[in-house]
């Protein structure tokens, strides 16, 4: 009986043992790994370990959401991409990159104006009463293309409307072909519905 609860002691204690290691393990800090700003060092391949550092020479580039149709051509697909410059010829070329337009489409022209009707205020931003808070924000685009697809293809259009107003802060968007108005006030609509 004697050895019996000697037996049942080290057990417990080997256990409680076992527990402290990795309790212990648990909480001992590692290192943080991907910080912004950080100089790594990288294994060149003689050996010599060296320090890599950003380009500062690299140019800052935009970040753009393009929308396409799915191959089944039911519902909209958003793609990011990243751009030098943000403007309406630099997104007419990316939808014609990306297949959404025809090679040879033209940007004849786009234009937006007025403030948005709705005060409302975007996430992280207060709304304090009596106090206006300026917006690059604009009521109506309209776009004006030399060619498109199929001007009755909403889904097609829905695409192009969501890139111009995405990234050009558009509330609603006019589609225009060679001047003629193909979709009017056409306004933002989520991707994969």
């Given amino acids: 009986m004697k050895k019996a609860n000697v037996q049942w002691i080290r057990t417990i204690l080997c256990m409680t043992g076992i527990m402290m290691i990795f309790s212990l393990t648990a909480c001992t800090p590692t290192p943080e790994k991907g910080r912004t700003g950080e100089v790594k060092q990288t294994q060149a391949a003689n050996g010599v370990a060296t320090n890599k550092n950003p380009d500062p020479t690299a140019p800052d580039l935009e970040v753009v959401s393009i929308y396409n149709v799915s191959e089944d051509g039911t519902k909209l697909e958003g793609t990011m991409d990243a751009v030098e410059e943000l403007n309406p010829q630099v997104l007419t070329d990316l ?34 009463p009596g106090v206006e808070i300026e917006s690059d924000t604009r009521e109506y685009g309209t776009l004006n293309l030399s060619k498109f697809p199929d001007a009755k293809n909403e889904i097609l259009l829905q695409a192009v409307a969501n890139t111009f107003l995405e990234n050009l802060n558009v509330v609603y968007l006019t589609i225009q072909v060679d001047g003629e108005t193909v979709a009017e006030n056409l306004s933002m609509v989520d991707a994969g519905k």
């Fill in 95 to 128: 939808l014609i990159q990306y297949g959404v337009l025809e090679e040879g489409t033209k940007l004849i022209s786009f234009a937006a104006e007025g403030d948005p009707s709705s005060k409302e205020v975007g996430p992280g931003v207060l709304n304090i």
